[in-house]
């Protein structure tokens, strides 16, 4: 099995001083399903948008992470994108075409894919294919959450991160996500890291935990993190 | 209340106005809105023939003639106002008169442009017409998160109104003042995070 993801003391302060992350370490290996919990600002959401190189905001010439054996550093970060597919904790932050099937095709446009093609196979995964005219603006957050899970897989990333995937859907919305989920994770090898607040939930497809400490990570069983 | 609701569309209709093809409608509109704006002022038959072509599309587009007015009503002042102005100079009326009809005409062009077409057409129609897509880009993300933003604004006068025990009458520009500041930072800290979301699926 391939390392996935490593990091190496990553270190993170916010522009206000808030200190996020503090040396965090560990790694996870291909196709290996990993929950993140911890209470509100533990800083499961800065580590997140670290995965992609969304921060820091001022790419460094080293970093402390790496992705399949590549350092997420500037020149690598494009690459590093097509990989990683990250799903925003706030829908509204993530869906910003006007409508469902622009945003669906927003990602395979930018990597030179013909969206005709990819939509029609993304949307029914998510099960967005009925609201593909609509505007997100008039759209339910479940409906909207569906919507940005489709446009996360349109890229088929090797990696999925997604941050709080199942906050505010209904008990049967977060069944058909867990179920979507497992599909995925039979269909190819996908490694998903994901966030979560509540650490209940977690007994579904996850298989280790990294409980947290604000700015740290303990790493172990389910039962005993 | 979602914002949307606030402008609850009439785009959504069906008339036969509203079937004709995105790009025929605002190419049209744009042109009469240049041929209006460039009348020499005394040809007062071009306003007046473009407000007789203006009332039969409204009739067919079976929009109710309130909302377009209420529309229209919206962004009257702003036009008033810079024609009021002209009152100051010689011959004040006649260009006062003349300002003010043509900019009526004008804007209910657009009006009932948008009220009888969806905005994504608008959008798609632009693209069609290789109009540089920065431009459309930006047009496209400002229709999207004009729509959030009302939505965050409206969400903060309601969670001020829950807990608002005065009459309500007066004004609290104390209050309103610390609110558009709010909303300011809410707004940056947003575009940082769609900036981050489009980067993160590739943009360049």
């Known amino acids: ?225 | 209340m979602k914002a949307s609701d606030l402008f609850a569309t009439a785009a959504d209709l069906d008339s036969p106005v509203h079937r004709l093809p995105a790009a025929t409608k605002l190419w049209v509109a744009v042109a009469m809105v240049i041929v209006v704006a460039l009348s020499p002022r005394d040809w007062w038959f071009v306003p007046a023939g473009a407000t007789l072509v203006l009332a039969l599309v409204s009739g067919l587009s079976r929009i109710p003639v309130r909302v377009l007015l209420g529309r229209l009503l919206i962004v009257e002042p702003f036009v008033l106002g810079i024609a009021l102005l002209s009152l100051f100079q010689d011959d004040g009326v006649a260009i006062f008169l003349g300002l003010l009809a043509k900019s009526t005409v004008c804007l209910y062009t657009m009006v009932l442009l948008s009220c009888t077409t969806p905005f994504t057409a608008w959008i798609d129609a632009l693209r069609q017409a290789r109009v540089p897509s920065i431009f459309v880009t930006t047009v496209a993300l400002m229709y999207r998160y004009l729509y959030v933003l009302l939505d965050e604004a409206l969400r903060m006068r309601r969670a001020r109104a829950a807990r608002s025990f005065s009459s309500g009458r007066r004004v609290d520009w104390k209050v309103l003042a610390s609110v558009a500041g709010q909303l300011f930072l809410r707004s940056t800290a947003r575009a940082e995070r769609i900036y981050a979301a489009m980067l993160s699926r590739g943009w360049r």
């Open chain 1, 1 to 225: 099995m391939r390392t996935a993801l490593e990091v190496n003391g990553l270190s993170y302060r916010y522009s206000d001083g808030t200190a996020a992350l503090d040396g965090l370490q560990f790694h996870v290996v291909e196709s290996e399903c990993v929950g993140l919990v911890g209470p509100n600002g533990a800083g499961k959401s800065t580590l997140l948008l670290h995965l992609n190189g969304v921060l820091p905001e001022s790419p460094t010439r080293t970093s402390a992470l790496s992705v399949f054996g590549q350092p997420i550093i500037e020149a690598n970060l494009r690459s590093i994108r097509r990989q990683v597919g990250l799903l925003f904790q706030d829908p509204d932050d993530q869906l910003f075409c006007p409508t469902v099937y622009e945003d669906v095709a927003f990602g395979p446009k930018q990597l030179g894919l013909d969206p005709k093609e990819i939509v029609p196979r993304c949307s029914p995964k998510s099960d967005c294919s009925a609201f593909e005219a609509r505007s997100p603006s008039r759209m339910s957050h479940g409906e909207k959450r569906r919507a940005c899970l489709a446009g996360v897989l349109a890229c088929d990333p090797s990696i999925l991160v997604l941050d709080e995937p199942s906050a505010d859907l209904d008990p049967r919305g977060r069944r058909e996500l867990i179920a979507l989920l497992r599909r995925l994770r039979s269909q190819r090898s996908c490694t998903r890291p994901r966030s979560r607040t509540r650490g209940r939930r977690l007994s579904a497809p996850g298989c280790s935990v990294h409980g947290r400490r604000p700015g740290s990570v303990a790493d172990g069983a389910t039962r005993r993190v």
